[in-house]
């Protein structure tokens, strides 16, 4: 593996997005800020870049990308875009929705972003930087988050520069990301739409939108990022649905369950979305025998949330 000294450039400084652009097309990877999280991309249509993508993350080689595009006619440039898929990326799109479709016919993506499946994960980034990177490459870009494989997602710069600094050459910083987890991933087969990973966007949210209904996944294959059993993992153990701080632990309250750091005291699960990972950090930092974390109600937002700590709290053996 390549070892770099990894600079870092504010998106707002004059040329960032074209250094960003010649670093990928060049083949290398470049950290970037979404509105999710920092995105480590590739131009996905070479197939030595999105290799390094794997190596340098220590991604599992059965675990997909999601590519991202600057519109959707840039989307159905490779994927199949039903009606239904349609009305979906035209009401959320840009934003932190990706959808899941059949691949069309003499696609160009490199292989290792579909992960040997027939279908690829696309998502236009809500994020000005991200987009424009896009549009100057003119190619889709596979980023997944910018940070190694299993561990929290970055959601700063300096996240990235902790995880990955010395493994790639640039890392453009756009500030802490506004979402604060990854996209909502849904799949959609014959009008059907799927929930493959929660994210701020709702199933409610995608069925009041276009008047369909979405349905739970029905299959622990992998189809999709982020389904992985142990995932978004800290150093430290992490107890859920803690109340109270035990000996050797750190409590991470949510609402009237204070703790040392709380994640929302107004009991606000888009605020919580946002501290989640940057809280944890925070508190692995500070090196605990465990992390405990507050019952976080299962229900809009915090439906992906609660996907989030149960991954984090997984036995770590995968």
Not at 282 to 296: E, T, V, W
């Amino acid at each position: 593996m390549a070892t770099f000294k990894t600079q870092v450039v504010s998106d707002r400084q004059d040329g960032a997005i074209s250094l960003a652009v010649e670093e990928l097309a060049r083949g290398n990877l470049v950290a970037i800020p979404t509105e999710t999280v920092y995105g480590l991309a590739a131009d996905a249509t070479e197939l030595c870049a999105v290799q390094q993508i794997y190596t340098v993350k220590g991604r599992p080689s059965n675990n997909p990308l999601i590519c991202h595009v600057a519109d959707i006619d840039m989307a159905k440039k490779y994927v199949a875009v039903s009606p239904l898929a349609n009305r979906v990326m035209q009401f959320f799109w840009p934003g932190p929705l990706t959808l899941v479709l059949p691949t069309r016919p003499g696609f160009a993506i490199a292989a290792p972003v579909s992960a040997g499946l027939d279908t690829i994960a696309v998502r236009c980034p809500r994020s000005e930087t991200a987009r424009q990177i896009i549009i100057e490459l003119g190619r889709p870009i596979a980023a997944p988050s910018a940070n190694p494989s299993g561990k929290l997602s970055p959601t700063s710069a300096d996240d990235v520069l902790q995880g990955l600094g010395g493994k790639i050459p640039l890392i453009i910083d756009g500030g802490d990301t506004p979402v604060g987890i990854e996209s909502t991933i849904v799949g959609i087969v014959d009008e059907k739409i799927t929930l493959l990973r929660p994210g701020s966007v709702t199933a409610d949210d995608i069925t009041a939108a276009v008047q369909t209904p979405v349905f739970d996944r029905d299959s622990q294959q992998i189809t999709a990022p982020g389904q992985l059993e142990s995932h978004y993992a800290p150093s430290s153990r992490v107890r859920l649905n803690a109340t109270e701080q035990q000996a050797g632990e750190l409590l991470i309250g949510f609402g009237e369950v204070e703790g040392v750091l709380n994640l929302s005291p107004s009991s606000n699960l888009e605020e919580a979305a946002h501290n989640l990972f940057k809280f944890i950090r925070n508190a692995d930092k500070r090196n605990p025998n465990c992390i405990a974390i507050a019952p976080i109600p299962n229900q809009g937002v915090g439906i992906a949330i609660n996907d989030r700590l149960r991954r984090a709290a997984a036995p770590r053996n995968q």
